[in-house]
Every structure is written in structure tokens, then in C-alpha cells.
């Protein structure tokens, strides 16, 4: 496919079959999905290109570009059977992207919360306590982060766009809940439910 490339760099279907159906199906390596689709994007190419880059986006953790990109597509393909799968991609990037910040806030915040404790141990009183200060303000925002996260979830739900993974996300966001709180056995049912309703 490459030597195909170098021989017809204008050919759409070539950058198309190696991002998606190698780099993306095969090896799932999204980032190089992404490049290649990306690049099939600037020949003249069929409606289903722009999907199938916006897919790997989310794979790859973009998912700003993905929301961007599927409310671009959305715009453009608004009384077509592409719609609701625009809507609901453009939902499950939300919901990915408040995850993700969410994880990032506590894990800043832990790292915080240890400087902390060594910031005590010191005797550095003052500086100790404006460390906690910004570890309860990453928490509380990684709260509101996950409160989105769930909205998302059961937007999909309550809208028939995959309830099924839907759940399974509320699942895992309710396990989390109880691993917090120290209830190990019940986050693990839980997580136990969601892996055999995704199997």
C-alpha cells in the first residue's frame, strides 16, 4: 500500500486501506490510522472516510478532534441514516473526554496530596495546608468531571444510543465509586456484571 502511494499519491482508497483496514482493524494502531485517514481526507474521497478517522480519533484518546470532527460531519449529513450514529459518537466522546479529565485531576491530585505529607513531615505547616487546599479543589473537579461523564451515560441510555455500553460505563463509574469508599467486594460485582453484559 505504501508503494501504491508513492506511485499514486492522489488515490484515496490507498491512504483509506491503510489506516483503516491495516493500522486500524488489523494492528490497532490508532495513530497511525489516524495519519493515514487523515490524509485520505485531503483527496477526493466517499462519505464513510471522515467516519472511520473520527472512529480512530476516539481510539486514540483525541477525543476533542473526534467531537469536533463529528459535529462537522453532523452539519453536513443532518437529514441522513448517518445522523443519529454522528449523535451518538458525539455523546460517547463526551463522555470519554470528562472521563479522562476526571482521571487526570485525581491522579494530579494524589501526587499533590503525597507533597503534602512530606511538606508536613518538614514542619512545613503552611505549605502543607495549601497542598490540601488544591487536592480538595482536583477532587471536587474531577467530581463535576465525573458527574458529566455520567450524564453522557445516561443520556445514551435514556436515547437508545447503545444502552448496552452505556451501562456498562455506569458500571464501571459505580465500581469506581465503591473502590473509593473501600467496598472492594461490591465494586467487584459490579465489575463482574458489566464484563458478562459486554461479552
Known amino acids: 500500500l505504501k508503494e501504491g502511494i508513492r506511485k499514486n499519491p492522489r488515490e484515496y482508497r490507498l491512504y483509506y486501506d491503510l489506516g483503516y483496514t491495516?493500522?486500524?482493524?488489523?494492528?490497532?494502531?490508532?495513530?497511525?490510522?489516524?495519519?493515514?485517514?487523515?490524509?485520505?481526507?485531503?483527496?477526493?474521497?466517499?462519505?464513510?472516510?471522515?467516519?472511520?478517522?473520527?472512529?480512530?480519533?476516539?481510539?486514540?484518546?483525541?477525543?476533542?478532534?473526534?467531537?469536533?470532527?463529528?459535529?462537522?460531519?453532523?452539519?453536513?449529513?443532518?437529514?441522513?441514516?448517518?445522523?443519529?450514529?454522528?449523535?451518538?459518537?458525539?455523546?460517547?466522546?463526551?463522555?470519554?473526554?470528562?472521563?479522562?479529565?476526571?482521571?487526570?485531576?485525581?491522579?494530579?491530585?494524589?501526587?499533590?496530596?503525597?507533597?503534602?505529607?512530606?511538606?508536613?513531615?518538614?514542619?512545613?505547616?503552611?505549605?502543607?495546608?495549601?497542598?490540601?487546599?488544591?487536592v480538595e479543589e482536583k477532587i471536587a473537579s474531577a467530581e463535576e468531571y465525573n458527574k458529566k461523564a455520567k450524564e453522557a451515560w445516561q443520556r445514551m441510555m435514556a436515547e437508545d444510543m447503545d444502552p448496552g455500553f452505556a451501562l456498562t460505563k455506569l458500571q464501571i463509574l459505580a465500581a469506581e465509586d465503591h473502590a473509593e469508599a473501600g467496598r472492594y467486594y461490591e465494586a467487584n460485582a459490579l465489575l463482574e456484571v458489566a464484563r458478562w453484559e459486554t461479552t
Open 22 to 134: 491495516v493500522y486500524a482493524q488489523k494492528l490497532e494502531d490508532h495513530a497511525n490510522a489516524v495519519k493515514y485517514l487523515t490524509a485520505a481526507l485531503h483527496h477526493r474521497h466517499d462519505r464513510w472516510v471522515p467516519r472511520m478517522l473520527y472512529r480512530s480519533l476516539m481510539l486514540n484518546g483525541e477525543h476533542e478532534k473526534a467531537i469536533a470532527g463529528w459535529t462537522d460531519y453532523l452539519a453536513k449529513h443532518a437529514d441522513t441514516a448517518s445522523a443519529p450514529v454522528a449523535r451518538k459518537f458525539i455523546v460517547r466522546n463526551q463522555g470519554h473526554l470528562a472521563e479522562r479529565e476526571a482521571r487526570k485531576l485525581l491522579a494530579a491530585a494524589a501526587v499533590d496530596r503525597e507533597e503534602a505529607k512530606a511538606a508536613l513531615d518538614e514542619g512545613k505547616t503552611a505549605l502543607a495546608a495549601e497542598l490540601e487546599k488544591k
